[in-house]
């Protein structure tokens, strides 16, 4: 029989295999902390401090839920918790796995929010291209629609990364893996033009390797970003609550409404599933009725 290891024990080798084994971005693994911090909590209540075995995770589900989580916080949280157990379990530190029995709450499929072609063109043209702020601003709004790119992954993009000529950015994503995006041309004027007027002048002669970078010298973070595009989402009169990620469903939209394959789209997003690009099928539905609604001759 392993030895049953304790719970914060289990938690660093899991979090160490994580960031080490699997390369994941210090989001997830921030994620993937709180989760277990919380878990952990419980654990020293419940437990002494041991790993929870089926009936203590029950009562933490529960207990998740009359903490007023919704289901698609527990269901990532069970996700976290099935991946620690999953791990333990190859590892040969545990026998066997009592999360393998929780049940997943029923998510509802929401329609992802995504803007339409003219709210589009009015977002990129409302940051100020007087300024280098500015430039910035719409180069990393327009290559955003353009590549639909996570914000992460924008943010963290390196000079390196473009090939104006080709049309073309490299990008790494979740788990460390490349893969590569075209842009449009409108997408590479305003990189031109920022990389001309906007950059040098936000750097005044110091070096950094990054691509979208502030007044001090350092890379945009995304959370800088984010504010921004929630502003200028808000001059534009868009809906409340603009962020990177409704740019990143646009792309994806319009590519599906200008007839890419879900397969395209996914290489694009750099989804592993396909299952997960899956989600943009209802562009495929509409287009299915209005093709039906325009060539039936008894439509």
């Avoid at 839920?65 to 289901?71: E, F, H, P, Q, V």
């Avoid at 639909?148 to 090939?163: A, F, H, K, P």
């Avoid at 788990?175 to 041309?185: H, I, S």
Wanted: a positive charge; hydrophobic letters at 35%; charged letters at 25%.
């Amino acid at each position: 029989m392993p030895l049953t290891p304790s719970f914060s024990a289990a938690r660093e080798a899991f979090l160490d295999f994580c960031r080490i084994e699997k390369g994941l971005s210090s989001n997830s693994l921030l994620a993937y902390d709180r989760d277990l911090l919380r878990l952990e909590a419980f654990s020293n209540l419940a437990c002494d401090g041991r790993l929870p075995e089926s009936a203590h995770l029950l009562r933490y589900l529960d207990q998740l839920y009359r903490d007023g989580l919704g289901a698609r916080s527990i269901a990532r949280h069970l996700s976290t918790i099935r991946n620690l157990y999953s791990y333990l379990l190859r590892e040969g530190r545990i026998a066997e796995d009592p999360a393998s029995a929780l049940p997943t709450p029923r998510q509802p499929r929401k329609i992802p929010r995504y803007l339409n072609s003219s709210q589009i063109d009015t977002l990129v043209a409302r940051p100020d291209a007087s300024k280098p702020n500015g430039l910035r601003d719409r180069a990393m709004v327009s290559l955003l629609y353009a590549s639909g790119l996570r914000v992460s992954e924008l943010c963290r993009l390196e000079i390196s990364s473009l090939n104006l000529e080709m049309g073309l950015v490299r990008v790494t994503g979740k788990g460390n893996k490349e893969r590569l995006v075209p842009m449009g041309t409108e997408a590479i004027q305003d990189l031109r033009r920022y990389l001309q007027d906007a950059r040098p002048a936000l750097l005044k002669g110091r070096a950094t390797r990054f691509l979208f970078v502030t007044t001090r010298g350092g890379a945009l973070t995304r959370q800088a970003f984010w504010k921004s595009l929630r502003g200028y989402g808000r001059q534009s009169g868009i809906f409340e609550g603009l962020s990177p990620h409704v740019l990143r469903h646009t792309f994806a939209t319009h590519l599906l409404e200008g007839g890419a394959d879900l397969r395209s789209l996914q290489t694009m997003l750099g989804h592993a599933d396909i299952s997960t690009t899956q989600i943009y099928t209802h562009v495929a539905r509409t287009r299915l009725r209005a093709a039906f609604d325009s060539h039936h001759p008894r439509a």
